[in-house]
């Protein structure tokens, strides 16, 4: 059998290394025809550069973050997969006579690839400082888009890249310009609102040719004869009606292009800001110089590594006979993801996405013949308008525009070319299969003048092997127009529709005769195998076959079978999945040649499941608004961090003499370790040092975790745990020195048995000695006397936090033994403590301050700690500032999860469906450590109710040990586990008994009126407001009507079906553990008036500070601009709680109350003696001046709540509930298990909002980040070694762009006047509850799913099947039940396992 890959990221290590050491001398003397220069020169935000000793090791970021200082190019995960370093480059195009503007990863391309181009970062488009911010910029802070605002620089770019070649683009092309970003917090519907605040669609028309309407608009670039037009005679031309001579196609020109000033002028943002016109002529513009200029080869580089850019195809050809081996790199798109994270070291570079001759087209003899280094976004493009315009011929264009749609993002698609593509001959490429089932050929040359021609079908021999030849380049690359006869079809299926990498990819070709006999037939998969392969037998099948007969169909799948014969441990996984979908897609291929063919066919079954454009409300008025408080005031860093000002702790500039940090991470899951030799590290260029566990000064030094106890170890001592376990932690002056010298560290280890899920570890009885209990009633008696009884599993598997900014820190020591933490933390107090501890320093002596994070959401709660703690270490031993940041795949590997959960339970119900009782064991998988897993279980425990009734319970949560990294908080905090078993049950209940899931939730509200209480005997008070929300929602949604239009859609769909679900939610405020319910504040008023506070709240991008601001300015009557906050440090505020459990707002907002009525009482007769219209200069002058104390510090804590477990009466856990409910509808292709969530309302109760618009966006972004949680994100460990294999982007699928419900809409209960609230302006926190409400679309599948078993033949539908979270597409497809996810059903032999483990 064939070694069978998914690979997204099988780690390989390949021999990558070109040892031989090259010279810039030794290469121009070798090639001394070739007129190199050794110092590059380009533009960077209109200014010119020259960089005379290029770092040939730097990427674009690295040049522009450390060469240029510009650190608002931001680096989330350099491998191309986040958007967050996007770039825009522009340059002239000699051919079309224009400037083209391209968005590109500058974490993928390298330095060398701007030379002679116009660079652009988010400082060159607009900067707060001189009022100059660009429109995008503006807009995006002002509709709330920017949160963290980690991921915003790049959005801004990607967006400003778009409007550069298209000023008024349509919402569609809106839609696809965000394609390669992500964003972790805003769950995305604020940044596509405010960027369709461009579209077409919103603006008024131009006017500037007669019968001038917004679609056919000369903006638009394109109405339909246009673009018959263009593509007829081949010209792509620019987008405004003058074509080439459009004045923003012209270097430096003033322009007279169209401004939409006027209309602009009326354009405001949802809270009435205005916002500024969007001025095309007024961007910047492009350098004449570089217009003119001649191209010149370039070669520079060191020991280490050299680089080369050839102008013409000649000089590369000459290259590479006199360097055969050495790497030609295009888009670097796969060479960079290889040097990255693969480790490979190419010495020898050649950049060839620069040639003329390598990137130019025409259509010629019957096909589209392309340079072999054009880039896809032009293949795409030209591919577009020749499906367009050509009809059937057109078709293998069409199958590539189809497949780019989904290939990768817009900035990878910019950069990536076909040649790339091709020599690197992945099995999951989705242009190879189009290559080979198309019938194309490439040439390949040399330098010697042979030429030769390959088909496509014969190029790829092996795993990434194709027959190029040392010394060739491949040059061109012919794809025939579709014969007459011939029908072609390209799909693809991954876990993400955008931006991801296949599990199966395949294109399908038949050549019919006229009695529709199949003359030749090209079945060409990707997925299913360790190339892309024809499959031989069900062509040969094919071949001479009637093709519009059932049995032909049927005898394909059987031959399809026989061609991919995959066992269920297959590397790569999902063996059944992959099987049922190379048959899905014929039969899906088969329609549609039945439908070119005009005969009958099922049409649901071609049916792509389409995005569409997003579109929401958020009902934004605010009853309870008040002078300041209540309103909807963008988050006060928004302006700052769209324009890449805001300061992250990995932008502080580099310290003098600092060392950078790179951990030693082990590399097995549990073993005794044998022996560590770290002495070759050392030899390595700039390495300074190796700290491990004898730098400590005690064994005890070693140990830290959660207060009060510590239990984990900082550094592994006899035996490693989990894969990735810290041994020691280089430092050296050069961060790849670093990290070249942490591989050198050799470890001998003893192996011992791994325990990598809960499964595993129930059957081996690992667990933490902490179990808790709480017993309500009498819960078996409950079920003897039940009408019903049931018992069943509900399961759901861990989420990767996939903030944007990974773990770090800078550690700088000062004068007396001090240290200065700046950290990415949302745990000063922590930071601060164990720095101390594992120093030996006293905590006086060290401060951490922390400016923002770049997200956190609870990964940073306790596991930044470590990092922190060992910088710090190394900070006093080598008395030199170290800086310490995680790679993002190693903080992957190490920083911990979400608990995945495994809940067994039994439920009874009485004859009305009332719940009697509740019988569970919720299991959960702490890792290898507690960390915070005892609080995590315990809220799961409180959660597993939900918003119902259960008179008689007994919970009991259980930690098991696992020797997986130590998972952690995550934004619910077990909440959503806990509530997840709840819902499975009623739907679990539901589908038993045949009734609607809402009738069981109905029955089993709480009953205010008996003085009901929860499963751990909290009174519920009339706080509780679910059935209210729960009906306002269903009547704003229509409810009702969406499950009569969803029945009907369902009756006329075989296929494609449509699913409802409503889901509430309710979730307990306050923090587990008692102590931590409290908060501080410091205010100083200075003598001009003007405020700074200081919290103990951390800004992660949850909009605190901008909260406190509005508390502190309404308290002190002063405008919220009076009102600064600087940073947290555990210098103003110490003994801080982290920012978590959605109370910093309710703690510090209190404190911070608290401090202002202190200095309101001191001002008091200041304001009565200058009266009511003083200024708060005048009174705190003269409050100085009276020598009165003009600082005040707040204290809060929370009263009446400590739940104590194991007491017969406890107090409330407790102090209010944030409530809320999700109405969701689904519309699931069954054939391949792809879904999109068609409208999404959300409602929650809020109490009075300190700021609507920042309590939407927590909304907007917990949900999404929830709808991931139960859909799409899932953590995988590989079975043979206990490793993470979902590390990075590309591995690890968090929802995108287009994943955002089609109609989102977000409102906030109504009628209430929360006069009960004792909290901070009576507002409620609102961090974590909606993120439970994300498995609405979970249900909503179910519901799809159910509809499509019946339609089946299963009369149960849905009944039985796994109560199971993620519900994946491979999940989805599997549980269609038809016939072909039978055929394609992989059993497993005896003692064959999953190739991967979900812990
Ligand atoms: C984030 C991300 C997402 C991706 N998504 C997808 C996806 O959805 N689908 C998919 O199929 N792929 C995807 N890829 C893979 C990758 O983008 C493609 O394989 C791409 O086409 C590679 O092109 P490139 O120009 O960037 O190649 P490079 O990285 O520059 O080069 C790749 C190989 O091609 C060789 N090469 C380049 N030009 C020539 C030439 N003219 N002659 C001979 N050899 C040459 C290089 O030496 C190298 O060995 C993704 C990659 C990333 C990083
Ligand atoms: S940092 Fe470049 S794409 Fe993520
Ligand atoms: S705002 Fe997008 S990742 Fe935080």
């Given at each position: 059998m064939?070694?069978?890959?998914y690979?997204?990221l ?9 040892c ?17 220069k ?24 690295d ?7 510009l650190?608002?190019t931001?680096l ?8 967050a370093?996007t770039?825009?480059v522009?340059?002239?195009d000699h ?13 993928i391309?390298?330095?060398i ?7 652009i970062?988010?400082?060159?488009i607009?900067?707060l400082?001189n ?9 995006i802070?002002?509709?709330?888009g ?10 801004v770019?990607s ?15 809106i839609?696809?310009a ?11 519907m604020?940044i596509?609102?405010a ?29 339909a004869?246009?673009v ?16 080439v ?5 012209k270097?430096e020109?003033n ?18 800001l ?9 961007d ?9 200029r001649?191209a ?5 580089g ?8 050839p ?5 590369l050809?000459e290259?590479?006979?006199v360097?055969?081996h ?11 993801v ?8 190419y ?19 019957g ?15 030209i591919?577009?308008?020749l499906?367009h ?6 078709q ?6 189809q ?15 076909p040649?790339?593509?091709?020599v690197?001959?992945?099995p ?7 290559l ?7 040439i ?15 190029f ?7 027959l190029?030849e ?10 025939p ?16 529709k955008?931006d991801?990498?296949?599990i ?9 005769d006229?009695a529709?006999?199949?003359k030749d037939?090209c ?5 299913m195998a ?25 005898g ?30 014929f ?8 439908q ?24 934004i ?17 928004a302006l ?5 000002e ?12 600092e ?5 030693v ?7 005794k ?21 004898n ?28 894969y ?32 990598i ?10 667990y ?23 018992e069943?599993t ?8 996939f ?5 770090g ?7 007396d ?10 745990n ?6 164990y720095?101390a ?7 006086s002596?060290v ?23 060992l910088a710090?270490?190394g900070?006093?031993?080598f008395?030199r500032?170290?800086r310490?940041?995680?790679s ?12 995945p959960?495994?809940?067994?339970w039994?439920i009874?119900l ?9 019988d ?10 507690m ?16 918003a ?11 930690p098991?040990?696992t ?5 952690t908080?995550f934004?619910?905090?077990?909440g959503?586990?806990?509530m ?10 539901a589908?038993r ?23 751990y005997?909290?009174l ?14 269903k ?9 009569n ?8 769909h075989?296929w494609v079906?449509?699913?409802l679900a ?13 102590f ?34 509005m ?6 009557n ?15 505020v110490?003994?801080t709680?982290a920012?978590?459990?959605?109370a910093?707002?309710?703690?510090n907002?209190?404190?911070v109350k ?10 008091r ?7 009511p219209?003083?200024?708060?200069a005048n ?22 709540i ?9 107090k ?6 944030t ?5 969701c509808?689904v519309?699931?292709?069954?054939l ?5 969530c068609?409208?999404?309302?959300v ?7 300190i700021n ?13 980040q929830?709808m991931?949680?139960?859909?799409l994100?899932q ?5 043979h070694n ?7 982007p ?7 762009f ?11 209960l109504?009628n ?13 926190g ?16 179910r ?12 009369a ?9 979270s993620p519900?994946?597409?491979?999940r ?5 039940g ?6 394609g059903?992989v059993v497993?032999k ?5 190739f991967?483990?979900?812990?």
């Amino acid at each position: 059998m064939p070694l069978v890959v998914y690979e997204p990221l099988i780690f390989y290590t390949f021999p990558y290394y070109s040892c031989t050491t090259h010279s810039v001398s030794s290469i121009s003397t070798a090639l001394p025809e070739i007129p190199f220069k050794s110092t590059l020169h380009f533009y960077l935000n209109g200014k010119p550069k020259i960089v005379k000793k290029p770092d040939p090791e730097a990427i674009l970021i690295d040049y522009i973050r450390n060469s240029a200082h510009l650190a608002g190019t931001k680096l989330g995960c350099a491998e191309g997969g986040c958007g967050a370093c996007t770039v825009t480059v522009a340059e002239f195009d000699h051919d079309l006579k224009r400037v083209t503007y391209k968005a590109l990863n500058s974490c993928i391309v390298p330095l060398i690839s701007v030379e002679g181009k116009h660079l652009i970062t988010v400082e060159g488009i607009g900067q707060l400082e001189n009022d100059s911010l660009h429109p995008t910029q503006e807009r995006i802070a002002k509709f709330h888009g920017s949160q963290c605002g980690f991921c915003t620089p790049g959005i801004v770019m990607s967006l400003y890249s778009l409007l550069r070649n298209n000023s008024t683009p349509s919402k569609e092309q809106i839609s696809e310009a965000f394609d390669g970003n992500l964003c972790r917090c805003t769950g995305y519907m604020p940044i596509i609102d405010a960027a369709y605040t461009f579209a077409i669609e919103n603006q008024p028309e131009c006017g500037s040719q007669p019968g001038c309407a917004k679609v056919n608009c000369c903006r638009n670039g394109k109405s339909a004869a246009e673009v018959v037009k263009q593509v007829a005679d081949f010209k792509l031309e620019a987008v405004c009606a003058k074509g080439v001579d459009c004045c923003r196609n012209k270097p430096e020109s003033n322009g007279t292009a169209h401004s939409n000033e006027t209309d602009m002028n009326a354009l405001f943002t949802p809270n009435g800001l205005p916002l500024k016109p969007y001025a095309p002529q007024l961007d910047l513009p492009f350098p004449k110089v570089l217009q003119s200029r001649e191209a010149t080869p370039v070669l520079y580089g060191n020991g280490h590594k050299m680089w080369i850019k050839p102008t013409t195809k000649q000089q590369l050809l000459e290259i590479l006979y006199v360097y055969p081996h050495a790497k030609l790199v295009g888009g670097a798109s796969e060479v960079q993801v290889e040097v990255k994270l693969k480790n490979a070291d190419y010495k020898l570079n050649v950049y060839c996405n620069d040639i003329a001759e390598l990137k130019s087209w025409k259509f010629t003899n019957g096909g589209l013949e392309i340079g072999a280094n054009i880039s896809l976004s032009d293949l795409e493009m030209i591919c577009e308008n020749l499906a367009h315009t050509m009809g059937h011929a057109g078709q293998i264009y069409g199958a590539l525009a189809q497949q780019f749609k989904f290939f990768a993002g817009r900035q990878i698609r910019n950069a990536a070319t076909p040649a790339g593509a091709i020599v690197t001959a992945s099995p999951i490429s989705d242009l190879n299969p189009i290559l080979v089932a198309g019938g194309c050929h490439l040439i390949v040359e040399s330098f010697a003048g042979n030429v030769k021609t390959f088909a496509l079908r014969d190029f790829f021999v092996g795993y990434r092997k194709t027959l190029l030849e040392p010394g060739y380049i491949i040059t061109k690359i012919f794809i025939p127009q579709t014969a007459p006869g011939a029908f072609i079809h390209a799909y693809k299926q991954s876990k993400r529709k955008d931006d991801d990498i296949a599990i199966v990819t395949a294109c399908l070709q038949v050549e019919l005769d006229d009695a529709r006999i199949v003359k030749d037939a090209c079945l060409v998969y990707g997925g299913m195998a360790a190339l892309t392969v024809e499959s031989p037998k069900a062509q040969a099948f094919l071949r001479d076959r009637k093709f519009d007969e059932k049995a032909t169909l049927e005898g394909t799948f059987h031959h399809l079978e026989l061609d991919f014969p995959l066992g269920f441990g297959v590397p790569g996984g999902m063996a059944s999945y992959r099987k049922t979908l190379t048959l899905s897609f014929f039969y899906k291929f088969f329609n549609y040649v039945l439908q070119s063919l005009e005969m009958p066919f099922e049409a649901d079954s071609l049916a792509e499941v389409t995005r569409g454009k997003p579109e929401g409300k958020r009902d934004i008025v605010n009853p309870f608004e008040t002078e300041i408080v209540g309103k909807s005031n963008p988050h006060l860093a928004a302006l700052r961090q769209v324009t890449g000002e805001a300061v992250y702790a990995s932008d502080i500039s580099p310290q003098f003499n600092e060392l950078c940090a790179i951990p030693v991470l082990l590399t097995k899951a549990h073993a005794k370790i044998l022996s560590v030799d770290w002495l070759a590290a050392l030899e390595v260029d700039t390495v300074e040092g190796y700290l491990d566990i004898n730098d400590l000064p005690s064994k005890l030094a070693n140990l830290w975790g959660v207060n009060p106890a510590g239990m984990e170890e900082f550094f592994a001592d006899t035996h490693v745990y989990y894969y990735g376990q810290t041994i020691g932690v280089v430092l050296a002056t050069d961060p790849e020195r670093a990290r070249e010298a942490a591989r050198l560290v050799k470890v001998e280890y003893e192996d011992l048995t791994a325990v990598i899920s809960i499964e595993d570890a129930i059957d081996q009885s690992s667990y933490f000695a902490d179990n808790r209990v709480t017993e309500k009633g009498d819960w078996e008696a409950a079920f003897a006397g039940s009408k019903h009884v049931f018992e069943n599993t509900s399961r759901i598997g861990a989420q990767e936090h996939f903030y944007f900014e990974t773990q770090g820190c800078l550690v700088i020591p000062e004068e007396d033994g001090e240290l200065k933490v700046y950290a990415s933390t949302q745990n000063p107090t922590e930071t601060q403590e164990y720095a101390a501890h594992i120093t030996g320093v006293p905590s006086s002596k060290v401060v951490v301050r922390v400016k923002r994070l770049g997200g956190g959401f609870g990964g940073k709660e306790t596991r930044s700690v470590c990092w922190s703690s060992l910088a710090a270490l190394g900070a006093k031993k080598f008395k030199r500032p170290v800086r310490m940041f995680l790679s993002r795949s190693d903080d992957m590997l190490v920083a911990g999860q979400r608990h995945p959960f495994l809940m067994k339970w039994k439920i009874g119900l009485d004859e009305s469906l009332r719940f009697t009782g509740l019988d569970a064991t919720l299991y959960a998988n702490a890792g290898w450590s507690m960390d915070l897993t005892r609080g995590v279980v315990d809220r799961a425990v409180f959660h597993a109710a939900n918003a119902y009734h259960i008179p008689n319970a007994r919970l009991e949560g259980i930690p098991c040990k696992t020797n997986t990294a130590s998972n952690t908080a995550f934004r619910g905090f077990g909440g959503p586990q806990g509530m997840f078993m709840a819902e499975t049950i009623v739907v679990d209940v539901a589908e038993r008994l045949g009734v609607d899931p809402d009738l069981i939730r109905e029955r089993n509200y709480y009953d205010l009126a008996a003085g009901q209480t929860t499963t751990y005997k909290q009174l519920v008070s009339d706080d509780y407001s679910v059935p209210d929300i729960v009906a306002q929602n269903k009547e704003e949604a229509n409810f009702d009507g969406l499950r009569n239009e969803i029945s009907e859609f369902n009756r006329n769909h075989k296929w494609v079906k449509r699913g409802l679900a409503h889901v509430p939610t309710m979730f307990g405020i306050a923090f587990g553990v008692t102590f931590l319910n409290q908060g501080g504040a410091l205010i100083h008023i200075h003598q001009d008036g003007s405020v700074l506070v200081s919290h103990g709240g951390t800004e992660m991008g949850q909009g605190l500070h901008t909260k406190m601001a509005m508390i502190a300015a309404e308290e002190l009557n002063v405008p919220l601009l009076g009102v600064f906050i600087s940073e947290t440090s555990t210098q103003s505020v110490a003994n801080t709680s982290a920012t978590a459990a959605s109370a910093s707002s309710d703690l510090n907002g209190m404190a911070v109350k608290d401090a202002c009525d202190q200095l309101n009482e001191r001002l008091r007769p200041i304001r009565e003696k200058l009266g009511p219209g003083a200024s708060m200069a005048n009174i705190a002058k003269t409050a100085y001046l009276e020598r009165v104390n003009l600082s005040a510090n707040g204290f809060y804590k929370t009263p009446d709540i400590g739940y104590e477990w194991g007491v017969p009466n406890p107090k409330p856990a407790f102090s209010y509930y944030t409530q809320g409910s999700a109405i969701c509808t689904v519309e699931v292709d069954t054939l391949t298990g792809d879904w999109t969530c068609l409208e999404a309302h959300v409602k929650m109760d809020i109490g009075r909002p300190i700021n609507q618009a920042i309590d939407y966006g927590q909304i907007e972004g917990a949900f999404v980040q929830g709808m991931g949680l139960f859909t799409l994100e899932q953590s995988l460990w590989l079975r043979h070694n206990g490793a993470l294999f979902t590390r990075g982007p590309g591995a690890y699928k968090i929802p995108g762009f287009r994943d955002v419900p089609q109609v989102f809409n977000i409102s906030m209960l109504k009628n209430r006047d929360f006069k009960h609230l004792k909290t901070i302006r009576r507002s409620k926190g609102i961090g974590e509850p909606p993120l439970f409400l994300g498995c609405c679309v979970l249900f909503a599948i179910r519901n799809a799913l159910d509809a499509a078993r019946r339609e089946h033949g299963i009369a149960g539908g849905s009944r039985g099947l796994p109560l199971i979270s993620p519900l994946t597409t491979d999940r989805i497809r599997g549980f269609v039940g038809d016939t072909i996810s039978g055929y394609g059903e992989v059993v497993p032999k005896d003692g064959e396992r999953d190739f991967f483990v979900e812990a």
